[in-house]
């Protein structure tokens, strides 16, 4: 089944304890991307990627890190997290080409950060 | 930078037609569409157009283009009590995957 796999769903950690949020698609899809969803902001890009070991920032890309070793896995890195990254995060992929460029979602993780 | 603008809340009864609207500044944008997420769950594609068409329609859903206002409106016939849910609008500019989203509508059908 092609999907976009996230872990851990949910999360509730401290201040400044680093974490690790992991993404893997199994569509052999180049481009990759994590969003947040917050209440009346909608979705927001952190990161992006439009291959193996190419990323770039989105719009709200402070306090976060990814990499993109191999095709397959996005992580994202959040090397001292704080409240104001409590949020609902998504991965999301597609491929650089094709009909629409539609976007594959992983279903979310819910972060909270006390 | 584009934007994405959308009204956030819609309410209607079942079986009524339901249109979410939808408009955008980006010029260039070559592909527009739009998501929906149900609860507790990621966003899934609904539909899509081109931007060189006016209409697609897709069983229930009607989507109209008008790029000269750079407006695109979703339209939901028959809208059932499952199809509650938050709809985005998204564009992408021809040969690139990252999308711009709006912040979504929800809609709440009621029996």
């Known amino acids: 089944e092609a999907q976009v796999t996230q872990n851990p769903r949910y999360l509730i950690t401290v201040t400044g304890k680093k974490l690790t949020v992991t993404c893997s698609q199994n569509?052999?899809?180049?481009?990759m991307s994590w969003y947040r969803q917050d209440p009346g902001l909608g979705l927001r890009q952190i990161y992006y990627?439009?291959?193996?070991?190419?990323?770039d920032k989105g719009d709200v890309p402070e306090g976060y890190k990814v990499s993109r070793k191999e095709k397959r896995n996005f992580p994202l890195i959040l090397e001292s997290p704080s409240p104001n990254q409590t949020s609902l995060y998504f991965c999301a992929s597609s491929t650089n080409r094709g009909r629409g460029n539609e976007q594959f979602f992983g279903p979310g993780t819910r972060l909270t950060v006390l | 930078g584009e934007d994405v603008e959308q009204s956030l809340f819609l309410s209607v009864r079942e079986g009524d037609s339901s249109v979410i609207n939808c408009t955008y500044t980006d010029s260039s944008s070559t592909y527009l569409y739009w998501y929906k997420q149900e609860p507790g769950a990621g966003l899934q594609l609904l539909t899509y157009?081109?931007?060189?068409?006016d209409m697609k329609q897709d069983q229930r859903l009607t989507v109209l283009l008008n790029k000269k206002d750079k407006h695109l409106s979703l339209r939901i016939a028959d809208t059932q009590t499952g199809d509650s849910a938050i709809y985005f609008c998204a564009e992408s500019s021809s040969g690139y995957s990252t999308l711009t989203f709006g912040k979504g509508t929800m809609l709440l059908v009621s029996p």
């Open positions: 990627s439009m291959n193996v070991e190419v990323t």
């Open positions: 569509m052999n899809h180049e481009y």
């Open positions: 157009i081109f931007s060189n068409m």
